[in-house]
């Protein structure tokens, strides 16, 4: 019986597949685009580890949007000239994230500022998978410019960042850490 090796050495050229077999540059736009999604799921599983059990309503909502994101990737990892997944990101997924933004700010009530990216070690988390998932939209947007993708994964991603907002409020809410306002006068 052999090993499973976790390397195939097809991409030490600088190359890598997507599915249906085209090759492309690692640095596309494309494999940017779905890399930043999977450096947003990375971060997510260390958010997960990160909450207490005051807040396992927000580890139901992470657990989905990492299995969410592995559908995302998934679409943006096939050839252009494919047609879609069977599954893919739908404007239900839209509607999900739309639900939960709703019910974790609600508790949190309306901001009067911004606030510093911080608080508690669950709020501070969410808030670095906020600020990738940002730049995951923006580098979806750039691929949007140059290979048309559907409109559902463009609206979801956008939600997604401000969800993990929400969260990041929420978790601090709930862990009684109050928001900090930037001080502009420093």
Known sequence: ??????????GDRGETGLAGGLRV????PRIRAYGTLD?????????EG???EALADA????HRLEHELFVAQAELARA??????????????????EADID???EPVGPLKSFVLE????????????RTVSRRAERELWALQRIEPIRPEILVWVNRLSDLLFALALYANLRLGVPEEPPDYTV
Not at 25 to 28: I, L, W
């Open 1 to 10: 019986m052999g090993t499973t090796r976790l390397y195939t050495r097809t």
């Open 25 to 28: 540059a690692k640095e596309s």
């Open 39 to 47: 450096e947003v799921g990375a971060h997510l599983g260390w958010v």
């Open 50 to 52: 990160e909450l207490p």
């Open 59 to 62: 580890r139901t909502v992470i």
């Open 80 to 97: 252009p000239h494919l047609p879609p997944p069977e599954h893919r990101i739908e404007s239900r997924h839209v509607a999900a994230l």
């Open 103 to 105: 019910r974790f700010s």
């Open 118 to 129: 911080r608080g508690s070690r669950p709020a501070a988390a969410l808030h670095i998978a």
